[in-house]
C-alpha cells in the first residue's frame, strides 16, 4: 500500500533532490503490483528511486523515475529495475 506525508503527497522524509533510499515506491502510471524475486519468489523491496526533478536536472525516460528493486532474503539473487 501506498503511504505519503507532506503537503504535495510525496515523502517528504526521505526524498533529496530527486533521489530517495528504502520507503515504498509511488504508482502514479499504474496499479501497484509487486516485484518478485526471479531466484526464490521472495516479495522484492524498493532499493532506491531516481527521480525527474527540475533541480538536478535528471529526467527519466518521460518525466518518471527508474526504481531499483532487490531481494531482502540475499543480496545476490540480483535486481529488478523499473521506469515508471
Given at each position: 500500500m501506498e503511504e505519503t506525508s507532506g503537503e504535495d503527497g510525496g515523502d517528504v522524509i526521505t526524498r533529496v533532490a530527486g533521489c530517495k533510499f528504502g520507503g515504498w515506491p509511488t504508482w502514479h502510471l499504474t496499479e501497484p503490483w509487486e516485484f518478485r524475486c526471479r531466484e526464490c519468489d521472495t516479495p522484492?523491496?524498493?532499493?532506491?528511486?531516481?527521480?525527474?526533478?527540475?533541480?538536478?536536472?535528471?529526467?527519466?525516460?518521460?518525466?518518471?523515475?527508474l526504481r531499483v528493486?532487490?531481494?531482502p532474503r540475499d543480496i545476490r539473487h540480483g535486481y529488478e529495475l523499473d521506469v515508471h
Open positions: 522484492m523491496r524498493l532499493l532506491f528511486t531516481v527521480a525527474s526533478d527540475h533541480t538536478t536536472r535528471i529526467t527519466v525516460g518521460r518525466w518518471g523515475d528493486f532487490s531481494c
